[in-house]
């Protein structure tokens, strides 16, 4: 499995930004799709964003328009830009990654974006 590290959580006003980076142990182009999920307290972890191998993005509903998920091949590196964030934004955030040969899902252990004034 690959291994994942996530940074650039912290704390951040509302309306502010925040860009999470999710490196990779191996190319990203050896995974099918790679993005992030959330996990609010007391909620369930939710899809926010993915990218596949093909550069195809999707968003979950509630941050289509405020967040942008990229990557840089070179870097091994996946980005997620978050802009006009808003308290319900504030969870841990994973990224993950769908091995493309071993059909495995890998997960990072998280980074917490808290939005609070």
């Known amino acids: 499995q690959v291994q994942l590290v996530e940074s650039g959580g912290g704390l951040v006003q509302p309306g502010g930004s925040l860009r999470l980076s999710c490196e990779a142990s191996r190319s990203i182009f050896s995974n099918d799709a790679m993005g992030w999920y959330r996990q609010a307290p007391g909620k369930e972890r939710e899809l926010v964003a993915r990218?596949?191998?093909?550069?195809?993005?999707n968003y979950a509903d509630s941050v289509e328009g405020r967040f942008t998920i990229s990557r840089d091949s070179a870097k091994n590196t996946v980005y997620l830009q978050m802009d006009s964030l808003k308290p319900e934004d504030t969870a841990v955030f994973y990224c993950?990654?769908?091995?493309?040969?071993?059909?495995?899902?890998?997960w990072g252990k998280g980074t917490l974006v808290i939005v609070s004034s």
């Open positions: 993950y990654a769908d091995g493309r040969y071993d059909g495995m899902r890998s």
């Open positions: 990218i596949t191998n093909g550069g195809r993005t």
